[in-house]
Each structure stands twice: as structure tokens, then as C-alpha cells.
């Protein structure tokens, strides 16, 4: 049994506090965000969490941090990084503001988040803005705990790959917020990557899997995975050795296995091979979850098959670069 399996039989227990601010997340979610607080981090590392939003999912580590007799709030950091803003490409939402939308004369919703993070402040350091620019290319100190909720881009996912899954080390713990999003596969086959180093905690919780590394992470998988080296064919692998890893999730309500073979789909389909996406996708239209959760996903890859097939007409054949631009713009 991994250590932190032990907390999955604490789940039912867990009784947050009704005035938890607004997270994304479901609620068992933020029951184990705070049973990781409370039992098993220490703070002897940083803690680290990427994409606070409006704070709840920060505040259930934190309240179970606060319980937590190992986690001196002198000395232990937990780091929010988020843009703390709305606006076009951030992800955020206007639902992290306290009124529910965005005021008239601003965008931030820092001050909001504040004031609801008010008893963690000693011990919460707030980096606000674009994470490229706000954290260090340099700082090489060890993490416990990552959380990872803002690897929405591949863009993005490129810095924590960088910047933070570097600075892991043998018992650090990792939670993949979204892992149950076809769209992002560099979730799904940077973990396949990472197998030989880590241990899956157990079912994921929800959309959120949770592992702990168990041996030193080479410096060559690192590069890999940041400079996404790994060839089409090798990240489908990838995704598959994780489908052997992980099934329903916890509540009994996520089938893990077509979603990640809808995640390969993705793979192509960013690769620009919109008929070898269609191709493993349209299989999986027949499966009731995904039918029902991700028809905009089906619609997406259909439409990019059709477009790129050959028109059945003799007219001029499409130019190498129209081509390039159509699929730039798809992605
Ligand atoms: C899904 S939300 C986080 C939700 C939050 N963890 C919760 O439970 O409610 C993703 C967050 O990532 C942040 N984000 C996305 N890209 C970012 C970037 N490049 N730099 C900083 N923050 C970013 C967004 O501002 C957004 O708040």
C-alpha cells in the first residue's frame, strides 16, 4: 500500500466548513487536498500549488495544515501562484471574485483572495501573474508538494515541467488536477513517463490523480518531458501504460480508460494527424460516459477529419502553407 493510501479511507469523515471559498474542484477533491494537509505533509520542503483561483483549494490544505502538529507555520512556505486575474487566456474565472463577477473598473480578484486566505497568510506566499514570470528559472530547492491545477496549455505545462517537476525528490507528492481532460494528454504521457519513479497513490479522486515519487527522477526524462521530445507513437505508449495503472476513479463515477484513449486521440490531433485522431476517437463515441461528458471533444475532432479529408472534386490541391496556417490556428 503507497503512503498516501492510507487517506483514502479517511475521505468520508472529512467535514470541511460551509464558508469554504468557491473552488473548482469537487468536494472530495478538497477532502483530500486537506487530508494531505493534515497527515501527511510537513512543510519541511515548499509546498507548492499552481492555479489558487479564488483560493478554496488552497484553503482546504491549509485548514488541514493548520491542524496538522508536524507543520510549523514559522517555518513551512505553501506558495499560491496564479494569475489572480480575469481576462482573456487565463483560465480564470469571474466566480473567484467575492460578488461572483469581475467589478466594473478591474480585472484582479488578489484582493479577494486575500481576504478569504486572511488566517493562512503567515504562512502563504502569493506569486500573482503569469507563472513564466513569476517563478524563478533558477531556484533549484526541493518541493513536498506539488499541485498542479494551471497546466491548461501546453505552454504552461512546459514551465512546471521545467521550473517544478525538477525540484521533486523521493517522497515528494504530486496531485494532477484535470486528469479526467482528454484535452490536456501532456498530463497523461508525462506521467507515463514518470512511472518508474513514482507510485499512484490508488484510484484518482475524481478528475485528480495523485502520486508519490519514489526514486530519483532523471534529469534526461525531466528534459523529455519539459522540451516534449517524445515522438507521437512513443507518448500513445505512454498513455497506454498509465490506462494499465488507472481505472474508475474513487467515487465510481470517471471511467479512466476511455478517457485517456480519448487523451490520444489528442495527441494527433495536435500533431496535426486529424484522421488518425478521428480514427481513435470515433470508437470510443459509443462509450455512455464519454458520449455524455464529452460530445464538444467528438464534435472538435470530427470537424478537423473532415476539413483536412481530400475534397472529392478535381480543384486545386490545398497549398503546404494554407494547410500550416489552418492547422495553427486549430490549435
Ligand atoms: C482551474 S483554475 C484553478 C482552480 C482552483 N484550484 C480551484 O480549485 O478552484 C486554473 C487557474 O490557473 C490559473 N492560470 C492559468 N494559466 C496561468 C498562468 N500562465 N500563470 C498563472 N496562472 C495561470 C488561472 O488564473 C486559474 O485561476
Redesign the pocket.
Known amino acids: 500500500m503507497s503512503n498516501l493510501a492510507r487517506l483514502f479511507p479517511l475521505l468520508d469523515d472529512v467535514q470541511l466548513p460551509d464558508a469554504l471559498p468557491?473552488?473548482?474542484?469537487s468536494e472530495w477533491e478538497l477532502q483530500f487536498l486537506y487530508l494531505l494537509g493534515r497527515h501527511h505533509l510537513t512543510g519541511a520542503d515548499a509546498l507548492v500549488?499552481l492555479?489558487?483561483?479564488?483560493g478554496?483549494?488552497t484553503y482546504a490544505l491549509a485548514l488541514g495544515l493548520r491542524e496538522n502538529p508536524r507543520f510549523d507555520e514559522g517555518t513551512g512556505r505553501l506558495h499560491a501562484?496564479?494569475?489572480?486575474r480575469v481576462g482573456k487566456g487565463?483560465?480564470?474565472?469571474e466566480k473567484?471574485f467575492t460578488s461572483g463577477a469581475a467589478p466594473e473598473d478591474g480585472n484582479s480578484f488578489l484582493d479577494d483572495f486575500q481576504t478569504r486566505l486572511e488566517p493562512f497568510l503567515p504562512f502563504l506566499e502569493i506569486h500573482a501573474?503569469?507563472?513564466?514570470r513569476?517563478s524563478d528559472p533558477d531556484d533549484r530547492t526541493p518541493i513536498e508538494f506539488l499541485h498542479i491545477?494551471?497546466a491548461?496549455?501546453a505552454r504552461?505545462f512546459r514551465?512546471v515541467a521545467e521550473r517544478f517537476l525538477p525540484r521533486l525528490r523521493p517522497g515528494a507528492v504530486v496531485l494532477h488536477?484535470?486528469f479526467a481532460s482528454p484535452r490536456l494528454p501532456w498530463l497523461h504521457h508525462s506521467t507515463g513517463a514518470l512511472l518508474p519513479y513514482i507510485e499512484i497513490a490508488g484510484p484518482p479522486i475524481r478528475s485528480t490523480l495523485a502520486f508519490e515519487v519514489t526514486r530519483p527522477l532523471p534529469e534526461d526524462v525531466l528534459r523529455r518531458i519539459a522540451e516534449d521530445a517524445y515522438t507521437v507513437d512513443e507518448k500513445l505508449e505512454l498513455i497506454s501504460a498509465v490506462q494499465e495503472r488507472v481505472d474508475r476513479d474513487h467515487t465510481g463515477k470517471v471511467p479512466f480508460r476511455p478517457v485517456l484513449e480519448l487523451a490520444k486521440a489528442y495527441v494527433a490531433h495536435y500533431d496535426g494527424q486529424s484522421e488518425r485522431a478521428w480514427k481513435i476517437a470515433e470508437p470510443l463515441t459509443t462509450d455512455a460516459y464519454l458520449a455524455e461528458t464529452r460530445a464538444d471533444h467528438f464534435a472538435q475532432l470530427r470537424k478537423a477529419y473532415e476539413a483536412d479529408r481530400p475534397a472529392p472534386s478535381p480543384a486545386a490541391p490545398e497549398s503546404r502553407l494554407r494547410r500550416l496556417v489552418r492547422r495553427a490556428v486549430r490549435r
Not at 51 to 54: A, K, L, R, Y
Not at 129 to 132: F, H, V
Open positions: 468557491y473552488a473548482q474542484m500549488e492555479g489558487s483561483g479564488g478554496g483549494s501562484y496564479d494569475f489572480f487565463t483560465f480564470a474565472s473567484f501573474g503569469d507563472i513564466w513569476t491545477d494551471i491548461k496549455t504552461v514551465c488536477q484535470d
